[in-house]
C-alpha cells in the first residue's frame, strides 16, 4: 500500500537539501529513487519539510537508511527529523496534455 512521509528537518537549509539531492544523483524534475511517486520540499519557519508518497513503507525504510539518514548527517543536517506516515486512499500520475 502506497504510504505518504513527512519529514520536517529543523535548522536545515534549502542548500544542504540541494547538496543531498545532488550525492543522491536526484535532478529537480527528474525521476525519482524506485519505488518513488513524488516528492516535493519547501522551507519553513523552522526548517526544511520534505513531502514524499513511496509505493511501500518497507521501500521508503530501505532508502531512509541507506540513504537519506547517512547523506543527511554528511551534509550537515542539525539532526533527525520529525517524521509523520499516512497510508494512502489515492494518488495520481503525471498527466499528459491533451
Do not use: C
Not at 74 to 84: D, H, K, L, S, Y
Amino acid at each position: 500500500m502506497a504510504v505518504a512521509i513527512i519529514l520536517e528537518f529543523d535548522g536545515t537549509t534549502l542548500e544542504q537539501y540541494d547538496e543531498i539531492n545532488r550525492k543522491m544523483g536526484l535532478t529537480p524534475g527528474g525521476p525519482g529513487p524506485a519505488g518513488s511517486i513524488s516528492h516535493w520540499a519547501t522551507m519553513t519557519d523552522k526548517g526544511l519539510m520534505v513531502t514524499d508518497v513511496w509505493e511501500s513503507r518497507e521501500q521508503f525504510d530501505k532508502f531512509a537508511q541507506e540513504k537519506i539518514g547517512p547523506l543527511s548527517a554528511e551534509v550537515g543536517f542539525a539532526g533527525p527529523p520529525r517524521m509523520t506516515s499516512h497510508e494512502v486512499h489515492n494518488y495520481y500520475t503525471p498527466g499528459n496534455s491533451a
